[in-house]
């Protein structure tokens, strides 16, 4: 999870993303941090999200992110 | 001879008069809605004795927006679009450029209007659209319109801080509705889904086309751009035939796979541009619909629109480029170089536009005007204006043009035209700031911030959030030591993108 708020952090230092569950219909994320979350999920998780999982409900809290991020590894 | 952008509205209204002119997820206009309310704002604004004035639309992304726009243009005044989630200080930079004597609202806005240092009139879309048409009064003012009259004016960045607003006529937009619709073989049954934001010269593209043709645009829901497989699930429920849009939406559905499972069956024409196509992105487009037509654009805001067009038609390899072509007809482009002669075949050049798409300057700023609005310097017998981009380019064997880099520091970034200037100026406006540099890292596509100050990143984005639109926050930032400088003290640009490098690979 630490990860996972470094990698939100980096792109918005100014909010607090533990406990924010609207990151998306609140509009703090936008399309190009979407694209670099998917890129830096990729790479520090190892974890390709596909495209049906590119939905609000799994990008609205960092809580909810990580639980998909957790769910695909335990695909593989 | 057609010198009003209006008289497309004015035919098309008879032959569709019921058929959606623009529309959203949850509602739509007929063409006979659009005319009608149009008139109805042009009738009241000249009651009011609004005549020849800008007036500036403060509006949210919908249907009523476009209306607006067209309203403010039959009572033969020139609308300036301004968006919701524009910065306050930003907005009160733009109202001070322009004076203006009236906003027109939605029930939203209005609300944030207060807050402003204003004191012109304040009406609402829906007060306002009540207004009974008076019929003599629009033909009168359409009588004494020209064509050189001004229809628009959109801000862009400026890299002093202060953003610039570029105005349009009617002579322009007309000149390059024809040859883009000509290009991109628009007629009565595209339907297009539009992408842009309304306060760039950017959803004239699709605005203007459906006034013309009768079309149809769909405002896409800004959201969608986030989550691809319902954005081509959204194309395919409105029968989208037709995009314009920047590159980053369209890799954003190829890159994420959304074909494998969804595949935008309506689409036969994809006009992108503002940015280079990634091959291996453009190749995944290409196999999925063999039979669409792609096409690249290429303009400056000062040249109305855009002012260069590529048809792909042939192949290409991944370590190539898609050109961006050739002017539009009625158009021509200059390759400069430094001596101000045409650059030969292949030498690198700043590519200048000249012709009746060239737009009549910067707002209240002559000074900024005369730097790029310049006189032809080939032409030593009579006035003749060429705007130059600060782009440059150079014919590849084809004889195509292509875009190579800026001369400046002007970016594109998803789309948007930013001046990293702009971004600077207002981070050395915090307290606390000493010295700050902004670089684009081309690799990631990110906007990098180095600053030296005792603030924390935290403070100096929260503070950038409230200063600038959202597509310029920077998106990577650390604070430094000191900044580094060249031998005769300017920023050193080149070891701050070093330094990204190497923290590349020492990841």
């Given at each position: 999870?630490?990860?996972?708020?470094?990698?939100?952090?980096?792109?918005?230092?100014?909010?607090?993303?533990?406990?924010?569950?609207?990151?998306?219909d609140?509009?703090?994320?936008?399309?190009?941090?979407?694209?670099?979350?998917?890129?830096?999920?990729?790479?520090?998780f190892?974890?390709a999200?596909?495209?049906?999982?590119?939905?609000?409900d799994n990008?609205?809290?960092?809580?909810?992110?990580?639980a998909?991020?957790?769910?695909?590894?335990?695909?593989? | 001879?057609?010198?009003?952008?209006?008289?497309?509205?004015?035919?098309?209204?008879?032959?569709?008069?019921?058929?959606?002119?623009?529309?959203?997820?949850?509602?739509?206009?007929?063409?006979?809605?659009?005319?009608?309310?149009?008139?109805?704002?042009?009738?009241?604004?000249?009651?009011?004795?609004?005549?020849?004035?800008?007036?500036?639309?403060?509006?949210?992304?919908?249907?009523?927006?476009?209306?607006?726009?067209?309203g403010?243009?039959?009572?033969?005044?020139?609308?300036?679009?301004?968006?919701?989630?524009?910065?306050?200080?930003?907005?009160?930079?733009?109202?001070?450029?322009?004076?203006?004597?009236?906003?027109?609202?939605?029930?939203?806005?209005?609300?944030?209007?207060?807050?402003?240092?204003?004191?012109?009139?304040?009406?609402?879309y829906?007060?306002?659209?009540?207004?009974?048409i008076?019929?003599?009064?629009?033909?009168?003012?359409?009588?004494?319109s020209?064509?050189?009259?001004?229809?628009?004016?959109?801000?862009t960045?400026?890299?002093?801080?202060?953003?610039k607003?570029?105005?349009?006529?009617?002579?322009?937009?007309?000149?390059?509705?024809?040859?883009?619709?000509?290009?991109?073989e628009?007629?009565?049954?595209?339907?297009?889904?539009?992408q842009?934001?309304?306060?760039?010269?950017?959803?004239?593209?699709?605005?203007?086309?459906?006034?013309?043709?009768?079309?149809?645009?769909?405002?896409?829901?800004?959201?969608?751009?986030?989550?691809?497989?319902?954005?081509?699930?959204?194309?395919?429920?409105?029968?989208?035939?037709?995009?314009?849009?920047?590159?980053?939406?369209?890799?954003?559905?190829?890159?994420?796979?959304?074909?494998?499972?969804?595949?935008?069956?309506?689409?036969?024409?994809?006009?992108?541009?503002?940015?280079?196509?990634?091959?291996?992105?453009?190749?995944?487009?290409?196999?999925?619909?063999?039979?669409?037509?792609?096409?690249n654009?290429?303009?400056?805001?000062?040249?109305?629109?855009?002012?260069?067009?590529?048809?792909?038609?042939?192949?290409?390899?991944?370590?190539?480029?898609?050109?961006?072509?050739?002017?539009?007809?009625?158009?021509?482009?200059?390759?400069?170089?430094?001596?101000?002669?045409?650059?030969?075949k292949?030498?690198?050049?700043?590519?200048?536009?000249?012709?009746?798409?060239?737009?009549?300057?910067?707002?209240?700023?002559?000074?900024?005007?005369?730097?790029?609005?310049?006189?032809?310097?080939?032409?030593?017998?009579?006035?003749?204006?060429?705007?130059?981009?600060?782009?440059?380019?150079?014919?590849?064997?084809?004889?195509?043009?292509?875009?190579?880099?800026?001369?400046?520091?002007?970016?594109?970034?998803?789309?948007?035209?930013?001046?990293?200037?702009?971004?600077?100026?207002n981070?050395?406006?915090?307290?606390?700031?000493k010295?700050?540099?902004?670089?684009?890292?081309?690799?990631?596509?990110?906007?990098?911030?180095?600053?030296v100050?005792?603030?924390?990143?935290?403070?100096?984005?929260a503070?950038?959030k409230?200063?600038?639109?959202?597509?310029?926050?920077?998106?990577?930032?650390?604070?430094?030591?000191?900044?580094?400088?060249?031998?005769?003290?300017?920023?050193?640009?080149?070891?701050?993108?070093?330094?990204?490098n190497?923290?590349?690979?020492?990841?």
């Open positions: 999870m630490k990860i996972l708020l470094d990698i939100l952090n980096e792109l918005h230092p100014d909010i607090e993303f533990e406990n924010h569950n609207k990151l998306i609140d509009g703090v994320l936008d399309s190009f941090d979407i694209v670099s979350l998917i890129a830096e999920i990729d790479s520090e190892d974890v999200i596909p495209a049906e999982e590119i939905i609000p990008f609205n809290s960092a809580k909810a992110l990580y998909l991020i957790e769910r695909l590894s335990d695909e593989d | 001879m057609q010198n009003n952008i209006l008289e497309y509205l004015d035919h098309t209204v008879k032959q569709f008069p019921n058929k959606i002119a623009y529309a959203n997820d949850k509602i739509g206009f007929s063409f006979q809605e659009v005319y009608n309310q149009a008139r109805s704002i042009g009738t009241f604004l000249n009651t009011e004795g609004i005549y020849k004035e800008p007036v500036v639309v403060f509006m949210s992304k919908h249907p009523k927006t476009i209306v607006a726009f067209y403010v243009v039959y009572g033969a005044n020139f609308y300036v679009p301004i968006d919701e989630e524009m910065p306050l200080v930003r907005i009160e930079l733009i109202l001070k450029n322009l004076k203006p004597k009236a906003i027109i609202c939605d029930e939203r806005s209005i609300e944030i209007v207060k807050t402003f240092e204003y004191s012109g009139a304040v009406y609402l829906d007060d306002i659209i009540q207004t009974s008076d019929e003599v009064v629009l033909h009168k003012v359409r009588e004494n020209i064509d050189t009259d001004p229809i628009y004016v959109v801000f960045s400026g890299s002093t801080g202060i953003p607003g570029v105005v349009a006529c009617h002579r322009s937009v007309i000149d390059y509705i024809e040859n883009l619709t000509d290009v991109l628009i007629n009565e049954n595209s339907v297009f889904g539009n842009v934001p309304l306060y760039f010269d950017a959803c004239l593209k699709e605005l203007c086309s459906s006034l013309k043709f009768g079309a149809t645009t769909y405002i896409i829901p800004k959201s969608l751009f986030m989550f691809p497989l319902k954005l081509v699930e959204f194309l395919n429920e409105y029968k989208i035939n037709t995009v314009c849009w920047v590159v980053t939406a369209l890799t954003m559905i190829s890159a994420f796979k959304v074909f494998d499972k969804l595949i935008p069956k309506y689409l036969h024409t994809i006009a992108f541009g503002s940015e280079v196509f990634p091959m291996k992105q453009f190749q995944i487009w290409k196999e999925t619909l063999p039979n669409a037509k792609f096409i654009l290429y303009g400056p805001t000062e040249a109305t629109g855009m002012c260069c067009y590529y048809k792909v038609e042939r192949e290409f390899g991944f370590d190539e480029t898609i050109p961006i072509g050739r002017p539009f007809k009625n158009t021509d482009i200059l390759l400069l170089d430094n001596d101000n002669k045409l650059a030969v292949g030498e690198l050049g700043e590519i200048c536009v000249r012709g009746t798409s060239l737009t009549l300057g910067y707002y209240n700023d002559f000074d900024k005007t005369n730097e790029s609005f310049v006189q032809n310097p080939l032409n030593k017998s009579y006035p003749e204006l060429i705007y130059r981009t600060g782009d440059l380019g150079r014919y590849n064997e084809s004889g195509e043009l292509v875009f190579v880099s800026r001369k400046d520091y002007q970016i594109k970034h998803m789309g948007h035209r930013i001046e990293l200037g702009e971004i600077e100026v981070v050395n406006m915090i307290d606390g700031i010295s700050t540099c902004c670089i684009y890292n081309n690799e990631n596509e990110k906007i990098m911030l180095y600053y100050g005792e603030v924390s990143t935290k403070e100096v984005i503070n950038l409230k200063r600038l639109p959202r597509y310029m926050i920077p998106n990577s930032i650390e604070v430094l030591e000191n900044i580094p400088l060249t031998a005769n003290g300017k920023i050193d640009r080149a070891i701050l993108k070093e330094r990204i190497i923290k590349k690979k020492g990841k």
